[in-house]
């Protein structure tokens, strides 16, 4: 007996954007954009860049939302690379 895969492995695409937050608890709106033949799934975790701190999506499975630093002892800003998922439809 053999096992046939009735549906095939969904295909996905991840797109990027570097957002600037305040790295003292600050906070950043981003908005997913539409791709042709994609669905928006949720965002992947955010990663700080060229800063260490920790940070967080407001709301992951939402589209449009805000990605937050934590509360560290730095000022100024820092980059944020926030991830979409997407899957194709």
Excluded at 40 to 52: E, K, N, R, Y
Aim: hydrophobic content about 40%.
């Amino acid at each position: 007996m053999t096992a046939t895969r009735i549906n095939p492995a969904p295909q996905f695409t991840v797109q990027q954007w570097t957002k600037s937050v305040a790295k003292n608890g600050g906070s950043a709106a981003v908005a997913a954009s539409a791709l042709d033949g994609y669905q928006f799934v949720c965002w992947l975790q955010p990663a700080t860049s060229g800063w260490v701190g920790a940070c967080y999506m407001e709301n992951p499975s939402a589209a449009s939302t805000n990605v937050w630093s934590a509360y560290v002892n730095q000022s100024g800003n820092g980059n944020v690379i926030c991830r979409a998922l997407y899957v194709k439809v």
